[in-house]
């Protein structure tokens, strides 16, 4: 009879462990969804303290807490978070592979996910793993005011910019000056966005 006992009292106290390990517990709510959830606002006084702050924190939009990042712009040291001064001398790069197969394909509207992926990215490398067909360009979208992009043509085919070229919608043509832009294999085209006339405006070409 002893022996049943304490074999039912340590049952018992492995189930308990285990609930408590895996319980979830709620201020505010009778349905915790997470560790801790606390439904309603909270307050958290008393914090000058010595403790080194290595990371931020913030929500989602289901309230649950995670780690923000410090971007490269901004440096959290001794506590204090600063915005770095903008280095122009540092330019993003990011390669974009040439998807056409035959000679003088057109890239009508080009989405370089300049506004996503390439966010941030000045120039962009043309690359192409297949045939170095020459290929031409009508038009870029994405284009914000300012927007600086350098197109630089790593391929050892040809590539020409068509000035204000009809086959692109207007917002995402590419004036040239007056003149078509092309390089003779490896070369840069660099350009601006023009967001008063919403096009792009080539600055200078390196063939």
């Not at 009809?166 to 601006?192: C, E, F, H, K, R």
Request: proline residues 2%; contains cysteine; neutral net charge.
């Amino acid at each position: 009879m002893k022996k049943n006992y304490v074999t039912q009292t340590v049952c018992v106290a492995i189930l308990l462990f285990v609930q408590i390990g895996y319980s979830q517990v709620g201020i505010g709510t009778t349905n915790p969804l997470s560790t801790l959830h606390v439904q309603g606002t909270m307050r958290i006084t008393d914090t000058n303290n010595t403790t080194t702050t290595t990371k931020l924190t913030g929500t989602c939009a289901s309230g649950i807490v995670a780690d923000v990042a410090v971007g490269q712009n901004l440096s959290l040291v001794g506590n204090v978070l600063n915005a770095k001064e903008a280095d122009n001398s540092i330019f993003k790069v990011a390669s974009v592979p040439l998807t056409h197969t035959s000679s003088n394909s057109v890239y009508n509207n080009w989405d370089l996910q300049l506004n996503s992926v390439n966010a941030g990215v000045v120039i962009i490398r043309l690359t192409n793993p297949g045939p170095t067909n020459n290929f031409e360009i009508s038009g870029i979208s994405g284009g914000t005011n300012g927007r600086h992009i350098i197109l630089y043509n790593a391929s050892t085919a040809n590539m020409r910019i068509n000035g204000l070229a009809p086959s692109s919608a207007a917002a995402n043509q590419i004036d040239t000056t007056g003149t078509t832009t092309t390089t003779s294999g490896v070369g840069l085209v660099d350009m601006v966005y023009d967001g008063a006339a919403s096009k792009w405006i080539v600055v200078s070409i390196r063939d």
